[in-house]
């Protein structure tokens, strides 16, 4: 007994040690076994022929998500217009296999054909080692003789057995057009045991982020993300006396032309487990976008950026008003340097206006590369004015989407004619102004276009807009300039989704709309992304006060949108210690556990920290807008109980020296004297 027991714990220990991701295949079953030592999920192919989901399994906490009695389960769930493949179908097996990832991982093939011979599915999953999370898509290959639409698919096909538990759901809205309260808003929701569902729509012009969290009264949970830019609508909802819970996510109005022997791939989703509250939910879905999905920060050294954009003085641009601040932004520590709206011709005409820059924008870029900035150039890819050689050139270019971006129309980015034209002007303009980053703006990314002139299905708009336009456009623009970086600035943050994060090395999340709003969108926005996915843009109306730099602190890229040239030296000198102490910390809060403590409000005080565990450190950004408190006694958290830390304030001249148990139990005062006033924590290890 003794020896089979110290045998078994010596097994478990070198499985957890080992960690990396692993397929197995127990062909007298037909069961499939994923697992990277910290989740196992298991599938089967049932001797009636049946593709079915087993179990999710958190190897880590014990929890355990298993299909429901009476309920199965199939990660298959597509619908074409003549056929319905799902649970209730029977396939045959025919291959399997497994292949080796970048970065750390394995991709498992399973081929099924179904029974009646009309279609090829092939269900891909992909494990990374370290990440409690399963990706996954379909192949859909018609094999009849006819074209087929895939008129329906299921991104999160996931149905378990609900333990008899009561379940809450999570989602965050995105930005809206009109500032609202509500932008970016975190949305906790009991779920009923009769079976309403909750509901997000995500992608351009949605109204949530493309993002899912749920959990019982266990902390038992699950998190799901779907990576398509469009519009979707995701549910869930839990059916007690079945004794269930069941997602649902759809891409809408899909109707997607497969030619005979020809494939569709469904966009990547993917599950993940935790255990805890939603700040653990957030951390491990962060982690796996940062590891796996997101591009590369530029220099994750030196990111996120301390940018100035030209909006503080509109369109009305010049060559000697950009020197002027460009001066002054290389002298206050900004490292990119952005013209927006206004420098070109016109929307779709691509061109720098002669009458603003008489040497060419060429010229201005090289004076800010002289001064040591990046620099980065507004695009509105998708708009053209209707006075634009290109719009007069081609009229029939324009989308059928009724949207207006100052006054130009719509283009369609899946018309192939004026994909291949987009592609190239991007390739000129860049080469053209040594353009190091690009400002991707405009209205709705993902139009909606019915025309059936355009070499797009009429009827499949959503995904032939988001997946064959902007997605395609972006994407052959950065194979052909892969230096170049990009920051997604739809609508403010109306494109959070995670298939953003893999083109984009930052989104918007608030359209310079003061301090509050972007505290707001900084909270909400770090529960699904990582923080570099939290840019904010602080209009120059904000004030030059700790408390106006302070609500910028925590979060992406810091865009200074102030007339910077006509600033007084003290101002001027204020935003360059501002500058340093955002600089200072950023790599932390990058690579940190967000934790959300208090929500941002306008008779609030709010607070929201970081805790990297790498450096031991922690940080928290404090602040009181009209709230009538004087102090705020704060308990961190996250840190380790035993190491003892040293505890200071940017303001305050307070320093303390307590345990991290001491710290988390107790707290410590935090001095807000009046309304509107703010403070940084810093929490170090003493060595
Ligand atoms: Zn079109």
């Not at 959990?215 to 079945?242: H, I, M, P, S, Y």
């Not at 950009?322 to 520590?333: K, P, S």
């Not at 720098?352 to 820059?357: H, M, S, V």
């Amino acid at each position: 007994m003794r020896l089979s027991g110290i045998f078994l714990s010596t097994t478990l220990l070198a499985g957890l040690a080992v960690a990396g991701a692993q397929s197995d295949f127990d062909p007298n079953q037909n069961v499939w076994s994923l697992t990277n030592g910290w989740v196992r999920a298991s599938f089967q192919l049932t001797p009636d022929g049946y593709f079915l989901t087993q179990q999710i399994a958190d190897l880590q906490s014990g929890d355990q998500w298993a299909a429901a009695a009476n309920r199965p389960t199939s990660p298959v769930r597509l619908q074409t217009d003549h056929a319905i493949f799902d649970a209730n179908t029977q396939f045959m097996l025919v291959a399997q296999y497994a292949q080796s990832i970048a970065p750390g991982g394995i991709r498992q093939f399973i081929v099924l054909q179904d029974l009646k011979g009309r279609a090829q599915i092939t269900v891909i999953f992909e494990m990374y080692d370290k990440q409690p999370v399963l990706r996954y898509s379909l192949k859909y290959k018609n094999l009849t003789s006819t074209t087929n639409h895939v008129t329906w698919i299921n991104m999160v096909p996931w149905t378990f057995a609900d333990l008899g538990q009561r379940y809450t759901a999570f989602r965050v809205n995105q930005w809206s057009v009109a500032t609202k309260v509500q932008d970016f808003q975190p949305l906790q929701s009991l779920l009923d045991t009769g079976g309403t569902s909750v509901e997000v729509y995500s992608g351009a012009d949605g109204q949530q982020c493309g993002w899912m969290a749920l959990r019982d009264g266990n902390q038992r949970g699950l998190f799901a993300g779907w990576e398509f830019d469009g519009r979707t609508k995701t549910t869930v909802k839990q059916d007690g006396a079945k004794g269930y819970v069941q997602f649902s996510s759809t891409v809408l109005n899909l109707n997607h032309p497969v030619d005979p022997f020809n494939e569709f791939q469904t966009p990547n989703a993917f599950l993940g487990l935790f255990h805890g509250d939603w700040d653990e939910a957030g951390f491990r879905t962060q982690r796996f976008a940062e590891s796996i999905l997101a591009k590369p920060a530029p220099d994750s050294s030196t990111f996120p950026y301390v940018s100035w954009d030209s909006w503080a003085y509109g369109q009305q641009l010049s060559e000697q008003l950009l020197r002027r601040n460009a001066d002054a932004a290389a002298a206050i520590g900004v490292q990119l340097f952005i013209v927006d709206l206004g420098w070109a011709r016109g929307i779709g005409d691509w061109y720098a206006d002669p009458a603003k820059f008489p040497n060419g924008l060429g010229a201005v870029s090289d004076y800010v590369h002289s001064l040591g900035m990046k620099f980065g150039l507004h695009f509105a890819l998708a708009e053209a004015d209707p006075s634009s050689p290109v719009l007069q050139a081609n009229p029939d270019w324009t989308a059928t989407d009724s949207s207006s971006y100052f006054n130009a129309s719509p283009l369609c980015l899946s018309n192939k004619p004026t994909q291949d034209w987009l592609v190239q002007e991007a390739i000129r303009m860049i080469d053209e102004y040594h353009v190091d980053w690009i400002l991707q703006d405009g209205q709705n990314m993902v139009k909606q276009c019915t025309k059936t002139t355009h070499t797009h299905d009429p009827a499949d708009s959503n995904y032939a807009n988001a997946v064959e336009g902007i997605n395609a456009v972006v994407a052959a623009i950065q194979q052909a300039r892969p230096n170049v970086y990009w920051e997604n600035c739809e609508n403010g943050g109306n494109m959070m989704t995670f298939n953003m994060v893999k083109s984009y090395v930052t989104s918007i999340t608030n359209d310079a709309s003061g301090a509050l709003p972007s505290r707001s969108a900084v909270y909400g926005a770090t529960f699904p992304f990582p923080p570099r996915y939290a840019e904010r843009y602080m209009p120059q109306s904000d004030g030059f006060t700790p408390y106006a730099t302070h609500s910028y602190r925590f979060g992406g890229p810091w865009v200074l949108m102030s007339q910077l040239a006509d600033l007084p030296n003290s101002q001027i000198a204020f935003l360059k210690d501002q500058v340093q102490n955002y600089k200072n910390q950023r790599t932390d809060i990058s690579g940190g556990k967000v934790f959300h403590i208090l929500a941002p409000g306008a008779n609030a005080t709010d607070v929201i920290q970081s805790y990297n565990a790498a450096s031991d450190t922690a940080i928290a950004v404090v602040t009181r807008a009209a709230s009538s408190g004087p102090t705020y006694l704060f308990r961190p958290q996250g840190l380790n109980p035993a190491q003892r830390y040293t505890v200071w304030f940017e303001i305050s001249p307070s320093v303390y020296s307590q345990s991290g148990a001491q710290l988390m139990a107790n707290g410590f005062r935090v001095m807000l004297p009046t309304p509107y006033s703010s403070e940084v924590v810093h929490i170090e290890p003493q060595h």
